[in-house]
Every structure is written in C-alpha cells, then in structure tokens.
C-alpha cells in the first residue's frame, strides 16, 4: 500500500499523466474485487434486498450498484479530527476507524423528522409498505447542505456519506480497503460498511430498530451497532472489544430498577422511574423515545407512534412520542419534556401532537 503511494506520488512530481491514470485504473480494479465479495457476504448474512452505493467514478455496472448523486466530503467540524487521525502514526487504523465513530455519537443526533414523511403504501393489504422521500437527505441541493450546517441532525444516508468518506481519507489506497455505503433497496436505511483483504464489517450508528449507538455512546454504554461479516484474524474484533472495555451494556441505575421491577411488576412505577434517570443525562428526544420504546416493547406492551411539533429558528420539524396502554389505561411518553402522562387519546391536543402522518403528503422540507 505504502508502495503504491510512493509510486503515485512520484508521478504526480513528475507530471507522468498517462502512467498516473494506468496506476490509478489498477488501483480501482484492485478494489472493485472487494467490493464484489462484500456483495456476496451481505447476501450470505443479511439477505439479497440490499445495493452498495458508491462515488461516481467507478466501472462496475451491476445491477446491486448505485452511484451517489452527492459528492461525499467529510463534514467541516469533523475535519480537524481527521487531520489528526491521519497524522497519528501511533493509533491502530481500526482504533481510528472507531475514534470517528465515537465522535459522530457523541456530536450527533438522529433526524427522525425524516420519518414524519414517509408515505404509507396500503394499496396491497398483504403487503404494506413504507416509501421514503428522496430529497430527504439523499438526493439533495445546496440549499438543503447549507442549512444541515446550523444543526447537528442527520439521517442515516447522510452519516452513512460522510463517515465512509473519513475513513477513506485515512486509507493510503484503496488497494486493500475501501469504505462504501450500503442500504436496502427500498431506501428505508444505510449504513457504512469497512471492506477489504482482512475483513468485512459494518459500521451502523443509527439502525433504528433498536437503541441506536448514536444514543449508547452518549449514555456510555457499549457500543452495539457494529457487526463482523469477515475478520478471520479477529482484528476489528478485538478493537472493539478492547473500546467496550469499561463500559456496560446497561446503566447501572436501570439494572437496579429492573431487578426492583421483578418483584412489584408495577410498570407505571417502572417506567417512571427509567425516565428519571435518563433525564439527568440531558439526552435528545428521539434518543429518549427509542430507548423508552425499547423498555415499553420489552414488556409485551404495543406502543404507537404521536408526533410532536417543534417550531423555532425559522422551521418546522416533529420528533416521535410514544402512546401504549396498561390496565385499560393509555399512557403518553413526550419525548421533548421527558414525561409521561395519562392520557385520552381522543382528547389529545391536536394543534401539538399529530397522529399518523403517514396518511398524508408533504412539500419539500428545506433541512
């Protein structure tokens, strides 16, 4: 790898055009075999209704590839970090690999707006299905860049972008790894994904079906969200077993509580008291309602989704809270007060809350 740099450096100096695009040609077929085993190893693992997204640029053209209409840049504030990586020739390639994904946890929140727009599609009752805007983060213009700049809010397509594009700066060549985006064919979620010679593993901060690392990190628990698909020498393994060392894989304050929880099986008085303690972390609200889903859900109890909106600073938005009923009783979780409260859903107040947005259409949201 060094080799290759050394040689394409060379080039450049001595302005050897022709051999520098020969070198650079070999450089991407080199690593278009990577990305053709990963291919194989998602289908293997996760199912065939996935595609690999990818810069423009490149020569595969199989039908389970999809080139970005964005160009990927590494988000400003994040760029400091990278420089740093990139000179710190002490740190492990995969200890930087996880350093990045630390910090976009610890800086970041999830967009869950985006869901607010999502169509449902009940033309086939056998088959309902959710469809995803595209200008939602996917396929956007300036104007919608700009504005995700006076905000940390992001969705998974967008970390997905821009974490694939940090790893690769810290990548000398992408003969031997390369990081790409992934998602499945119904554009619902993307992650990034770390393939090479050594190993295959995907980097997902933000699966919202489960309590995302973007809100573990925040609450110093372990992280959750990485998963193996190849790594025969256990080295991305043993990275991030040796970054879980010292953390927990559940607040110790709410193991107690669930411990207590064994003997009355009072679940109003359970989660209460859960809210309580994530309250004194200050997190975000769509952390707060997936965790709170997670432990609702956990019980056996059905939760429903109401939206709340949010306005101020110029826009729009709505984040998620949660209704589930008890003993005939029906509870509301709002997510942005960090409460939970009987309720009459009938009476609910509808200039606050929205229920079932999915039914609807809405315009372009600017970011």
Known sequence: MKILKAVKNYLKRKNKKYLLEFVTKMEVKMSDKHIKQLYEEIGNQLGENYKIILEPGRSLTENWIEYDQVEWKIEEQMEPLVQELKRDNQTSFEDKVLKIYKYICLNYIYDDNVL???????????NVKYIAVDWYGRIVGKEWIENRKKHNRRICYEFSRFYAKAINELIESTENME?????????????????GNEYSVILDLD??????????????????????????????QEAVKNFNKGRTLELEEVSKIEED??????????????????????????????????????????????????????EKRHVRCLTFSVEDKTYLIDTVDQVMTEINIEDIDKNKYIIKPEENEYPYYGG
């Open 116 to 126: 607010f727009f999502f169509r449902k599609d009940a033309s086939d009752p056998e």
């Open 179 to 195: 990081a790409v985006m992934v998602g499945d064919i119904d554009n619902l979620h993307y992650f990034t994904v770390l393939t």
């Open 207 to 236: 699966d919202f079906n489960k309590i995302k690392d973007l809100t573990r990190l925040k609450l110093g628990l372990t992280i959750d969200g990485i998963r193996i698909l190849r790594d025969d020498l256990g080295k991305f």
């Open 261 to 314: 929880f064994k003997i009355d099986k009072d679940y109003i008085k359970y989660f209460s008291r859960i809210i309580e303690v994530l309250r004194k972390y200050k997190i975000d609200s769509q952390g707060f309602m997936e965790y709170m889903r997670s432990k609702v859900e956990n019980e056996g109890i059905d939760t429903e989704k109401v939206w709340r909106k949010i306005e101020g600073d110029g």
